[in-house]
Nanobody, 115 residues
Framework: QVQLVESGGGLVQAGGSLRLSCAAS????????MSWYRQAPGKQRELVAQ???????YYVASVKGRFTISRNNANNMVYLEMNSLKPEDTAVYYC?????????WGQGTQVTVSS
């Protein structure tokens, strides 16, 4: 089992920045990749950014150049640095960890961007 706890959400004005953190615990050794997803009201949950066990990363087109995902294996943390935030980035952001067979989710953290 893997436990994930997100933090760092909040209210920010358009153009501002936030840094989300995700603390992982439990069977850390089994994690292959970690990701950030988001879900806005009335919309499906979407993959925002992903980082593998190495340095490979993926970003959805709408956040490329604005968001940066990073991973600190020494303290089992994953971060999402979000810059130039837009009102359409408003959503609940979820941390996700993938093993060979299972997916684990955090409880989510709210990000609200005001115009």
């Amino acid at each position: 089992q893997v436990q994930l706890v997100e933090s760092g959400g909040g209210l920010v004005q358009a153009g501002g920045s936030l840094r989300l953190s995700c603390a992982a615990s439990g069977s850390i050794f089994s994690i292959n990749s970690m990701s950030w997803y988001r879900q806005a009201p009335g919309k499906q949950r979407e993959l925002v950014a992903q980082i593998g066990s190495g340095i490979s990363t993926y970003y959805v087109a709408s956040v490329k150049g604005r968001f940066t995902i990073s991973r600190n294996n020494a303290n089992n943390m994953v971060y999402l640095e979000m810059n130039s935030l837009k009102p359409e980035d408003t959503a609940v952001y979820y941390c996700n960890a993938l093993t060979a067979t299972l997916a684990f989710w955090g409880q989510g953290t709210q990000v609200t961007v005001s115009s």
